[in-house]
Every structure is written in structure tokens, then in C-alpha cells.
């Protein structure tokens, strides 16, 4: 079987007090602030990029797992506390996945056009995209489906929830393949 493989999570969180986003702009390096084009402080990491507005919300992008975007908040966290860019409280709510990106490769015996009546919620205009776009559960998660085989699924909450939704993919082409619907 081909394998699905994580390639962006972002996280999020709100501290209960604000950031000093100025006073970090001169203090970090790998950081660009332009108050004029973005209110944000975008911070590159090795790994990671974190995104942080005066407000205290934060977010953490390009991780590879959950636990490496919330490790990524919580130690950009105490990296700006040390810094002195903290006002008021460092605490925060809890840390959220908003989204989960995974590729992925299926294998497809029939053409795009050849599986659109196997699928409901799907959008297939090849003028203005080469690949399939397929809403599972008719919630936020869209699976992108190319003739190549690949597959991009974006807009799950979790990694778990992204490989499940792999997995009924490949058992729905897999009983297309062997038109079994």
C-alpha cells in the first residue's frame, strides 16, 4: 500500500497577555515584521515558520507531527519571555490543530472523469484545475485527486483523522478499480 505522509500542521494558541512584537523584530534574527503589508511577526525556524500578532496569538506552521507544532508554540513561548517581549501573562488557552496537510499516492486503474459518478460532493472543471476535489464528509477536509495518483488532503483536525480519511479514499478507488460500487 503507498503511504500518506505529513507535511504541514499549524497550530495555534492566544496567550492572556500581549507580545511586544516590535521589541522582537530587533531582538531575533530569521524574523520579518512590516506592520505596513502584515500586522504579524513571522519567525523562521529551522523546521517551523510561528506567526505572532501583538494581540498574544500565535500559530506555528510547517510542522511535521502535533506534538512538534505544540512544541514549537511552547518553546517560541519561553524563547520570547527570556526576551522580555511578554506583557502581561504568559499563560495561554490550549494549543489547537487547525490543519492537517497530507500527500499521498492511490492507485487509479480508470481516468478522473471515469470515477465522478462514483463520488457525491466532488468538483472536477479541468479548465480551472487538474485534479479532483473531493469533500468527504461534506465538512472542512477536501481530498485533492490527480490523474498521477497523487493525493493532498487538507483541513482535518488531527494526523489520525488524516490517515482515516486516506485509508477510506483507498478503499473507495480500490472498489472502483474493481467496480465493485
Known amino acids: 500500500m503507498k503511504t500518506l505522509r505529513i507535511v504541514n500542521i499549524i497550530a495555534s494558541t492566544k496567550i492572556f497577555g ?33 506567526i505572532m500578532f501583538s494581540t498574544g496569538k500565535i500559530s506555528s506552521h510547517g510542522s511535521k507531527s ?21 506583557i502581561g501573562r504568559k499563560e495561554f488557552d490550549n494549543i489547537r490543530i487547525e490543519n492537517v496537510v ?40 477536501t481530498c485533492l485527486i490527480f490523474n498521477s495518483g497523487k493525493v493532498i488532503i487538507v483541513g482535518s483536525k488531527s494526523e489520525k483523522q488524516t490517515y482515516e480519511i486516506y485509508i477510506e479514499l483507498i478503499d473507495k478507488i480500490n472498489k472502483i478499480n474493481k467496480n465493485d460500487c
Open 18 to 50: 500581549d507580545i511586544d512584537i516590535e521589541l522582537l523584530s530587533v531582538k531575533i534574527k530569521n524574523c520579518q515584521y512590516e506592520p505596513g503589508l502584515f500586522p504579524g511577526l513571522i519567525y523562521r525556524k529551522k523546521t517551523y515558520t510561528i
Open 66 to 86: 502535533e506534538k512538534q507544532a505544540k512544541e514549537a508554540i511552547v518553546d517560541t513561548l519561553n524563547e520570547i519571555e527570556n526576551l522580555g517581549a511578554i
Open 102 to 141: 497530507g500527500v499521498g499516492e492511490i492507485e487509479l486503474d480508470k481516468s478522473l472523469e471515469e470515477i465522478i459518478p462514483y463520488f457525491s460532493n466532488v468538483i472536477y472543471e479541468t479548465e480551472q484545475f487538474p485534479g479532483l476535489i473531493y469533500k468527504p464528509h461534506n465538512n472542512s477536509i
